[in-house]
Nanobody, 128 residues
Framework: QVQLVESGGGSVQAGGSLRLSCAAS????????MGWFRQAPGQEREGVAS????????TYADSVKGRVTLSRDNAKNTMYLQMNSLKPEDTAVYYC?????????????????????WGQGTQVTVSS
């Protein structure tokens, strides 16, 4: 069964930290590209970070660069997003996604259409 399960969301004050986890199973566990996206109310889903498995290359959105770190534990089939110095504008539902087949450029571009599988999302709320 193909499944992505996120956890680790919650409510924090501005400047705080959270670590999101995404446990992958089935075909998603060996996906060439995995990523984190977020969607705030009334806004489009946007890419936050992605990792291209063949090279290990990681890409971050400009809005989070320097504040978040994506990592992947292949032995546990789990991807993490460590978020520090959180801001109220980081408030959103965060999703992990997997693309079993992808090119490096598409993975770095974090195009939502590239990703075939999505988790259910986890809420992150940052208060000022």
């Amino acid at each position: 069964q193909v499944q992505l399960v996120e956890s680790g969301g919650g409510s924090v004050q501005a400047g705080g930290s959270l670590r999101l986890s995404c446990a992958a199973s089935g075909a998603t566990a060996s996906s060439e590209c995995m990523g984190w996206f977020r969607q705030a109310p009334g806004q489009e889903r946007e890419g936050v970070a992605s990792i291209y498995r063949p090279t290990g290359g990681i890409t971050y959105a400009d809005s989070v660069k320097g504040r978040v770190t994506l990592s992947r534990d292949n032995a546990k089939n789990t991807m993490y997003l460590q978020m520090n110095s959180l801001k109220p504008e980081d408030t959103a539902v965060y999703y992990c996604a997997a693309a079993p087949s992808s090119t490096d450029s598409r993975c770095r571009g974090m195009y939502a259409f590239v990703f075939d599988y999505w988790g259910q999302g986890t809420q992150v709320t940052v208060s000022s």
